[in-house]
């Protein structure tokens, strides 16, 4: 199979770079990652046999590569499936993943909640984090994702559902200061939507469970809220969007794949 290289690099290289820097939380790990992967694509591309996408070939590079990063570094016990404390969280970090103007009519002017988002964001733990962004910002299959991130097809569903869990909770709590009237604590819900939100909004309930669910839906205001809020939750991932690669390392890697077309 014939792969441009020159195509491979305009397609990923932010992608590629927003993975490392979802994993490491720092911009020069992120750029020594992504300029190895790049590397290792170009050295690597002949034992592509198509087995698998392009893109899921790419990202489980990535992927690895990020993790020798971190074991080198020492930093895999402190950074994987963990969430980051509040020290290791700074202005500069917040809100690379965001593209606000793609937000839903409504939010873009409500900084308070962009703030809510982006620590909620940068604060999730990596292994909800990762599937958000293969899911959801790379819009990769549920068997896409668990090739790359070496996961069973449950475990990936079972994370998206909880980073959608934890923005919904951010835009619930930013409800709670803005209008008393609408109690979103958790412990008020009966149960039944956070047991059935993902399967009835991803479609996976047979006819007679989601009847039951839409029957309860018509009874249960906290229920309904929930719902609603979920579904924002949702539609604020899907604006979200990969840090750009930096200027200077993409003039590097294009000086390099320059000499190695030529």
């Known amino acids: 199979m014939t792969v441009n290289i020159e195509e491979v690099f305009r397609q990923y290289k932010n992608k590629i770079y927003g993975l490392a820097l979802s994993m490491t939380k720092n911009t020069k790990e992120a750029e020594d990652i992504a300029q190895d992967v790049f590397l290792k694509i170009i050295t690597k591309i002949h034992t592509f046999k198509a087995k698998s996408s392009l893109s899921t070939w790419i990202y489980r590079i990535a992927y690895n590569e990020a993790l020798m990063h971190l074991r080198k570094a020492k930093n895999l016990n402190k950074i994987n499936y963990h969430g980051f404390k509040e020290s290791r969280i700074t202005s500069k970090d917040k809100g690379f993943f965001i593209n606000w103007p793609l937000l839903p009519d409504g ?10 988002i982006d620590q909620a964001i940068a604060l999730m733990p990596i292994k909800y984090r990762l599937v958000l962004l293969l899911r959801t910002l790379e819009g990769l299959s549920v068997k896409e994702t668990s090739q790359i991130l070496n996961l069973k097809e449950n475990s990936v569903k079972s994370r998206l559902h ?27 819900f009966c149960g039944i939507a956070t047991r059935f939100i993902y399967d009835y909004i991803e479609g ?8 039951d669910f839409l029957k309860h839906l018509s009874d249960c205001y906290d229920c309904n809220v929930f719902l609603d809020s979920y579904k924002r939750a949702i539609s604020i991932t899907k ?17 390099f794949l320059a000499h190695q077309v030529n």
Not at 172 to 187: H, L, N
Not at 239 to 255: F, G, H, V
């Open 107 to 116: 939010l873009s002017e409500e900084d308070e909640l962009k703030k809510d």
């Open 162 to 188: 909880r980073a959608r869990l934890i923005i919904h909770k951010a835009l619930s709590d930013y409800r709670k200061t803005k209008t008393a009237r609408v109690a979103m604590g958790d412990d008020r």
């Open 204 to 211: 996976h309930l047979d006819n007679t469970k989601e009847n």
């Open 239 to 255: 604006a979200l969007q990969c840090a750009d690669l930096p200027k200077n390392l993409q003039d590097k890697i294009k000086t």
